[in-house]
C-alpha cells in the first residue's frame, strides 16, 4: 500500500523531499499565515467561552472597546500599542504574537518544503487545528467539539479523496476513538478518578482519520512518553504528584504536528532500535 494512503495524505507528495519552493511564494504563505494566525487567536479566546467566532468584531478581552482595524494587523500591532490596550492600557497577552508567529511559520515552512499546492494545504490546515488545541488544551483543559469535530470531517475529508485512503482514515479514527474510550473507561474503574477527557478521545479519532493508524499509534507513543517525563519533572520539582492533572490533548497534538512530518523516518527509527525491522 503506498506510503501517502497508510501512514498520512501528506508523506506520498514527497513530504521528506524538500522542494524549495521560490521565495515570493513562501513570503505569500508567511503573510497568509500570520492573518490565520491572528483568526486562530479569535477562535482560542471565544470558544472556550461558547461565544462566536465570527460575531462581534474583535474587541479588548478588558474593557471592551472594537478595536480599529490597524490593531488587529498581526505582530505589528502587538509591537506598535507596546502590548498595552490603547483605550484601558490593559496588558495584551503574548499569546497574540506567538500564535500569529506560528501560524506565519507553519505556512512559510510547509509552501517552503512541499510549494503551493494541496500537500501543503492539507498540511497546514490539519497544523492550524493542532495549533488551537494544543493552546486551548493548555489553558482552560478542554478541547472544544467544534475542534475535534472539524478535525475528524478535515482528515476523512483528505483521505476521501480515494477509497482506499477512506478505508484508512476510518480505521484509524475507530481505532483512535476505540482505544482512547476504553483506556479511559478502564482507568476510571480502576482509580475512580478520570484520567482521559471526553476531549481526548474524540481528539484521537480526528488524529486516526489523518495520520492513519500506524500514525496514530506513533503519535500515542510520543505523547505518553513526553506527557510521562513532564509529570515526573513536576513530581521531582515539587510542583506535582502522581494525580495533577496535564493537558494530555497539548502533548497529542505537539506528537501529532512531528508523526505528520517525519512520521515514517521516526517509526523505522523506532522499529530498529528494538530490533524489529526486518
Known amino acids: 500500500m503506498p506510503a ?24 505569500v504563505a508567511v503573510l497568509v499565515g500570520l492573518c490565520l494566525g491572528s483568526f486562530l487567536n479569535v477562535v482560542i479566546h471565544r470558544l472556550p467561552l461558547a461565544r462566536s467566532i465570527v460575531w462581534p468584531a ?16 498581526p505582530v505589528l500591532s502587538y509591537v506598535i500599542l507596546l502590548a498595552r490596550c490603547r483605550g484601558c492600557r490593559a496588558p495584551i497577552s503574548w499569546r497574540y504574537p506567538a500564535v500569529e508567529l506560528a501560524g506565519g511559520a507553519i505556512l512559510g515552512l510547509l509552501v517552503w518544503r512541499l510549494g503551493p499546492g494541496p500537500a501543503a494545504g492539507s498540511a497546514a490546515a490539519f497544523s492550524l487545528f493542532l495549533l ?63 484520567g482521559l477527557g471526553g476531549g481526548d478521545v474524540k481528539l484521537a479519532a480526528g488524529l486516526g482519520a489523518f495520520l492513519g493508524p500506524p500514525g496514530l499509534l506513533l503519535t500515542v507513543l510520543i505523547a505518553s ?22 493537558p494530555f490533548g497539548s502533548y497529542l497534538a505537539a506528537a501529532a504536528a512531528l508523526s505528520m512530518a517525519a512520521g515514517p523516518l521516526l517509526w523505522g527509527r523506532y522499529l530498529e532500535w528494538f530490533g524489529l525491522r526486518p
Open 225 to 246: 512518553t513526553t506527557g510521562s517525563l513532564a509529570g515526573l519533572w513536576l513530581i521531582v520539582r515539587g510542583r506535582g504528584h502522581a494525580r495533577t492533572a496535564l
Open 132 to 194: 488551537a488545541i494544543a493552546w486551548i488544551d493548555a489553558e482552560h483543559r478542554l478541547i472544544p467539539d467544534e475542534l475535534s469535530a472539524g478535525l475528524l470531517a478535515f482528515g476523512l475529508w483528505a483521505r476521501g479523496l480515494s477509497a482506499e485512503g477512506l478505508a484508512v482514515g476510518l480505521a484509524g479514527a475507530l481505532l483512535g476513538f476505540e482505544g482512547f474510550w476504553v483506556v479511559a473507561s478502564g482507568y476510571r474503574r480502576i482509580r475512580g478518578i478520570d
Open 58 to 73: 474583535s474587541a479588548c478581552p478588558a474593557c471592551g472597546r472594537l478595536l480599529a482595524p490597524w490593531e488587529n494587523v
Open 4 to 27: 501517502g494512503t497508510w501512514w498520512n495524505v501528506t508523506a506520498g507528495w514527497g513530504w521528506l523531499v524538500p522542494v524549495h519552493s521560490a521565495w515570493p511564494w513562501t513570503v
